[in-house]
């Protein structure tokens, strides 16, 4: 992969509804450019599981996610927010780097921290993740049971032995390499208050 044509980077990983999304969200409102990883991958499952009542759930996007890993390569999303984000940069050189979010995969933390960026972890318990995923269902996504919410977020969690460990999800991977964390047990206004604050001091 090329060198970025800026060398800020900053990457959001974290579990279903943690807040990555909303956190990123402030780094986009300083004057990053930023790709959801999960967006690129949520669009290619709407299409491959269209016969579902789910397409998107946490299983049908781990999928997804692999298939593309071994299709395109275990560094295809990062691929394709790096060139949306040089392409920006040509039209706004004031960009001051690139925020991609919903990292999940070693590839794109190893390509992160290579580049002297900043891979923050956004932690919240398992019991606030599912409450949020339940009172706000995305479409094409189903109401299920807590352990059914922790079932699927296992897939994702660490290699499962069906594939190739260099193309499936490893979120443990990236909480363990995390160059810091991002606590959001919090309501939404202290939540805005906190990440403004946590940017800022970036």
């Known amino acids: 992969m090329n060198t970025l044509a800026k060398d800020t980077i900053i990457g959001i990983?974290?579990?279903p509804r943690s807040g990555k999304d909303s956190l990123a969200a402030y780094f986009m409102n300083a004057g990053y450019y930023g790709v959801s990883l999960g967006d690129i991958v949520r669009d290619f499952a709407r299409s491959r599981h269209s016969d579902k009542l789910d397409p998107i759930s946490v299983a049908n996007m781990t999928e997804t996610s692999n298939w593309l890993r071994s299709e395109r390569g275990a560094d295809f999303a990062l691929k394709a927010a790096q060139e949306r984000f040089e392409t920006s940069l040509k039209a706004n050189p004031e960009l001051k780097g690139l925020v991609v979010?919903?990292?999940r995969a070693p590839a794109e933390v190893d390509y992160i921290l290579a580049h002297n960026g900043m891979l923050i972890w956004v932690e919240a318990t398992d019991e606030t993740r599912y409450s949020r995923a339940m009172e706000n269902?995305?479409?094409?996504e189903a109401t299920i049971s807590f352990e059914e919410f922790k079932r699927q977020e296992a897939l994702?969690?660490?290699?499962?032995?069906n594939l190739p460990e260099e193309v499936q999800m490893n979120t443990h991977y990236v909480k363990t390499k995390a160059t810091?964390?991002?606590t959001n047990e919090m309501?939404?206004?202290?939540?805005?208050a906190k990440?403004?604050?946590f940017v800022e001091d970036l």
């Open 13 to 15: 990983g974290g579990l």
């Open 101 to 103: 979010f919903s990292v």
């Open 137 to 140: 269902l995305r479409e094409g």
């Open 156 to 161: 994702q969690w660490q290699p499962q032995p």
């Open 180 to 182: 810091t964390v991002f």
């Open 187 to 192: 309501n939404f206004e202290e939540f805005k």
């Open 195 to 197: 990440a403004k604050k």
